[in-house]
């Protein structure tokens, strides 16, 4: 479990502890990393007794040692002790770090053949083909956990491969959806945190209202399911019971629905190609009632129209994206920055490099390190970005 303390962590380990409880999954945990969350990580780890228990800040290991003082658990810290972690024999490994931080122990994973549970929405944006390629070649898959990814996955799972128009990637449209956008000029980080329907992680929250969360989730689609960018829509869908559908030639358009509960595309990951038994909430359509949708508007939510331009410079300009997005959302909610000049951030960020002719993905086998190196440059753009933006102001 990487991320085991976040959102998708806890709401993982709740899942499990269903399961196994009524006896549908038996289940070891090998180990469980998180970054900072100390007290959470050693408590998880005394209920759910793993092998190893890593903390990502270094300066946290004697407080976790005391934690876990008297348990057979062993504790360790840093990033590549959670790469290490990573790379433990596993069957099924929940990639639930946030941001870019999870590329390396995702990829440390996709190598051990291990069912890759891909929640880490980061590593398919900056290094989508050489995930899925390594995952491959090392006789393992990678199951989407994104909401979205999963309900398109399990479509695509039902029926034949060809005849396919395109993607719907439904959006709840986020707290914002209806505001004009003089309003959302002055929008502060904590209006712009509390998700209309989801709870999430900070980070995501704030992509879901400026809608970079779909961006992102366009890129990702486009990678996992091997889809250019004109055949990806995004459509708002405030109820968020559809979380996503295919289009076939044929005219049918096949959807997966249910309760905004991310434990069901977890279950989903988790068990494929079975299905867990747990207590899960379900639909009820009839108390619902209706279910409603519309167009994104591209004036008040640029950042689909970025994602298409990148996905269109290719691999080197999502990893840019996405890092350029990172540093914007911190600089949004140190309060360096508009709510607004977060996709303009990354819109003039992208040209600077493309200009530059900064943005060259790199052969397999230095993914990473291009990668990364592309995320560097494209935060020092970013925050050359920020200093212009912040004299306009
Ligand atoms: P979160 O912030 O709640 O949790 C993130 C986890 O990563 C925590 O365990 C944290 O300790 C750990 N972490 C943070 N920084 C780290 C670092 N530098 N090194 C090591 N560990 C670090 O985030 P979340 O909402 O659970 O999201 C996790 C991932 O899942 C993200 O990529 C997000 O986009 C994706 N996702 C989340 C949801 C959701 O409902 N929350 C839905 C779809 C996709
Ligand atoms: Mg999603």
Redesign the pocket.
Known sequence: M??????????TLDLLDHATRDGSAEVEVVAL?????VAR?ADQALKWKPQLAVI?DESLLPELRTRLNGSNIQAAAG?AA?TEAAAMNADWVMA????V??LA?TLAAARTGAVIAL????SLVCVGPVLLARAQAAGGRVIP???EHSAIFQVLQQGPAGGRAKLILTASGGPFREWPIEAMADVTPEQAAAHPV???????SI?SATMM?KA?EMIEAAYLFSTPAERIEVLIHPQSIIHSMVEYEDGSTLAQLGVPD?RTPIACAYAWPDRLTWPAPKLDLVSIGKLTFEAPDPARFPALDVARSALALGDGATTAFNASNEAAVAAFLDRRIGFLDIAAAVAETLERMDRAGELIAGADSDAVETAMMIDQSARRVTADVFSSVGQSH
């Open positions: 990487l991320g085991a303390t976040g959102s998708v962590g806890v709401s990393t998180a970054g900072r969350n990580l990502g990033p959670i639930a770090i946030v941001g931080a999870g122990p929640a880490n929405k980061e956990v994104d909401s989801w709870s999430m992680g900070v980070k995501i992509d969360n992102l991310m």
